[in-house]
């Protein structure tokens, strides 16, 4: 008999409920889990009935693993802009080397062309 439900796929399950695919497949090879197969595809019932949450000690790993998951995508997302503001630091401090290394009258004339861009823009 087939259950009421919504039906998802494994990859979509995974990432509602944060549990890992490797981890479904397990539950579905042990029977812990709801699944049906369609077109050589599986899918799970999307309710919390379905055999992953048996306790409150699973419901607080799932929880965990949901923070877990989120502060990963975060601590990747500043390690990028720690990167970039790397490169900018970088290019700024070269420029200012360059300018320090330069001759007075050619550093004037830059500076004066530089005050005379941004004046037009």
Known sequence: MEK????????????????SISTIRRRIKSGK???????????ILSDEQNGGLENEYEAEILRLQKINNKLSQEIYYFRNEIQELKML???YEKKQHIEDDLPP?????????????????
Request: proline fraction near 2%; charge should be negative; aromatic fraction near 12%.
């Open 33 to 43: 889990i709801t699944f049906r197969m369609t077109d050589g595809k599986y899918y």
């Open 4 to 19: 009421d439900g919504i039906w998802l796929p494994i990859i979509d399950y995974s990432k509602s409920t944060g549990i």
């Open 105 to 121: 009258k050619l550093h004037d004339h830059m500076t004066k062309n530089q005050d005379q861009f941004q004046a037009c823009t």
């Open 89 to 91: 630091v970088d290019l």
